[in-house]
């Protein structure tokens, strides 16, 4: 009974919340991923998409609310998705139109359009602070538990208990969905095809007739769908804080580079791997010591959660040191 | 490079993937074609004259392929025979001079227009994509083909039978010799009306070489005109129905290859006695 009680506390504190970070983190890092691997330089610009994205989102959310739109026990947001992807993908193709594409065309060295990306993150940062202010916002609706812990207690009789939030459901769903649909997209599809073309040899891509800038532009639109959709997830989650946004940039690029970047496969494992690493690193243990038997004298908690952003860092630096092209060969080497 | 912090930036692979970037001109038109003029060879690069910067590399170079014959590009290192070959493929902008294939003059069309009137490349160095396998290769060959390319994809594979039992396999795995053949396959696939290869046995062995140089005499039969060049001159001028011997940037030899082997000018300055 305790080993089961051990078990159901490992999931509920650190197997399902992490899942549901990891399933965020995976969605950041494939958006991040898929610029390197395309445009060819990292995309510091990321984190503020993905704020800027799930502040329209919010917007939009607000507005469904007041038209008394709702969308059942799911949470209304995942109705204003699409249109709130479709704006944010406008905002970085106009963003791509002004900035990105004049660095293309005098062929920048890629470091200068790294630079020039921390100047779209900072623009776009500031913007969405206009947009929707610096404040806390909590925008999840409908039930909030698919398993709360007194249902858990009451069909199993534990003393511990397991909830499942529904915004972790979604996030588990909805990652695997798109990382389904995304891989289907790449590997099946003749424009998906012609993006790994271009990935791999620009120029034969060229010359087998593949339009550069519509694989810019497509780049740009999936990147941006990834992040709106990230965004909205981890929003939903915990709750919408413009500062959170842009550090979050940090476990996801981590992740990136750790799975080995311009891979996508590796995207997904960097963002599992940084999530378990940081929620496992920050729990207190002791509960689950007690339950096996031992009699801890402490908390057990190896890092305080204030160090959760040093994970991904000390994570990174030992890939890095180990294995410099990421777990997955990415097309860093 | 003196400063030894140059650059530094761009070598920090996290932030900066290392792949260069394309050096094509991707995003000029194309101007009209004209018809050509009356008793052209099948293809004529005629008077090419240009070159990268203010120097220019071709001094009014001419070569011609007939119908399903082989032409063969040889001369020493820098006489401009790559370059030669940029130039009617249309990547490169030429002062002087047109191209006409097919009756129809194609000075002014892009490469990738030029890839639809019938021309087909094969660089010399990265002709192939390395991350995605040899069946996907071949279909982005066919990428400009709105019909079923199936037919065409098989006959590729009964040329090069060797990368048909590895269609499943990424071209970056292959050897040097297959990955050649991916390359001649992807542009294959267009079903151009002139193939032209850059080099097509750069570092491969003289086995495979010879294997190469049969699959493309097959090609030729076809009614496919091929434009190559060459380093291995010797063996490229006994299957050449016409060779151009060129230096800077100029015609200095033409002629058949078995006239061009013979001419012991020929011989001992380019084929080495």
């Not at chain 1, 890939?319 to 060969?329: A, D, I």
């Not at chain 2, 650059?7 to 004209?34: I, L, Y």
């Not at chain 2, 052209?40 to 203010?54: A, C, N, Q, V």
């Not at chain 2, 006409?100 to 000075?107: A, V």
């Amino acid at each position: 009974m305790d080993l089961l009680n051990a078990l159901v506390a490992i999931l509920n504190f650190v197997v399902i919340p992490a899942a549901a970070y990891g399933a965020q983190l995976a969605l950041g890092a494939l958006g991040v991923t898929l610029i390197y691997g395309i445009l060819r330089f990292s995309n510091f610009a990321h984190g503020d998409t993905m704020a800027f994205g799930t502040a329209i989102v919010i917007l939009l959310t607000w507005g469904l609310q007041a038209l008394g739109i709702g969308f059942g026990p799911l949470p209304t947001a995942l109705l204003a998705l699409p249109l709130g992807i479709a704006l944010t993908a406008a905002l970085a193709l106009l963003t791509d139109r002004w900035v990105y594409r004049h660095y293309r065309q005098v062929r920048a060295a890629p470091i200068v359009v790294v630079m020039a990306s921390v100047g779209v993150m900072f623009v776009m940062n500031g913007l969405t602070r206009l947009v929707i202010g610096v404040d806390e916002i909590q925008f999840a609706d409908g039930a909030r538990f698919v398993i709360s812990v007194p249902q858990f207690k009451a069909m199993t009789g534990l003393t511990e208990g397991l909830a499942l939030r529904t915004t972790q459901a979604i996030t588990l769903v909805i990652a695997a969905l798109s990382v389904w649909a995304l891989f289907a997209f790449l590997n099946r599809t003749r424009a998906g095809k012609a993006m790994r073309a271009y990935a791999d040899n620009e120029d034969l891509a060229l010359l087998s007739g593949i339009d550069p800038d519509r694989v810019v532009r497509l780049t740009w639109i999936i990147a941006t769908g990834l992040a709106v959709l990230a965004g909205t997830l981890y929003g939903l989650d915990k709750s919408f804080k413009a500062f959170n946004y842009f550090q979050i940039l940090l476990p996801v690029f981590a992740a990136a580079i750790v799975g080995g970047l311009g891979s996508p496969l590796g995207a997904i494992a960097g963002g599992f791997l940084i999530a378990f690493s940081e929620v496992a690193l920050t729990y207190p243990w002791k509960k689950i010591a007690e339950y096996l038997g031992f009699e801890p004298a402490g908390l057990m908690q190896m890092l305080g959660t204030e160090y959760k952003l040093a994970i991904s860092f000390v994570i990174l630096i030992v890939v890095l040191l180990v294995r410099p092209t990421g777990l997955f060969r990415g097309k860093a080497y | 490079m003196s400063d030894p912090f140059a650059n530094r930036g761009n070598r920090d692979a996290s932030v900066v993937n290392p792949r260069p970037a394309g050096t094509a001109e991707g995003n000029h038109h194309s101007g009209p074609t004209r018809p050509g003029h009356s008793g052209d060879p099948f293809l004529i690069g005629e008077g090419m004259r240009g070159g990268y910067g203010k120097a220019d590399i071709l001094n009014g170079c001419t070569l011609a392929v007939e119908k399903g014959q082989i032409a063969v590009i040889v001369g020493p290192n820098g006489a401009g025979k790559s370059t030669a070959m940029k130039a009617i493929f249309g990547m490169l902008n030429l002062r002087e001079g047109s191209v006409r294939l097919d009756g129809q003059d194609i000075s002014a069309l892009n490469p990738q227009d030029r890839v639809k009137a019938g021309m087909g490349f094969v660089p010399q160095v990265a002709n192939v994509f390395p991350t995605m396998t040899v069946e996907e290769n071949l279909e982005m060959g066919a990428y400009l083909r709105g019909d079923d390319f199936r037919e065409t994809m098989q006959q590729v594979y009964e040329l090069f039978p060797a990368v048909a039992d590895k269609r499943r396999q990424n071209a970056g795995e292959l050897s040097g010799g297959q990955r050649q053949q991916v390359a001649v396959g992807r542009a294959l696939m267009t079903r151009p009306k002139l193939l032209m290869l850059d080099e097509p046995t750069a570092g491969v062995s003289p086995i495979v070489m010879d294997e190469l140089f049969d699959r493309i005499i097959e090609i030729a039969r076809t009614g496919i005109s091929i434009l190559m060049v060459e380093q291995n001159a010797k063996q490229a001028l006994e299957i050449a129905d016409i060779g151009y011997v060129l230096v800077q940037g100029a015609n200095r030899y033409t002629g058949t290859g078995a006239q061009l082997m013979a001419d012991p000018e020929v011989r001992r300055t380019f084929l080495g006695g």
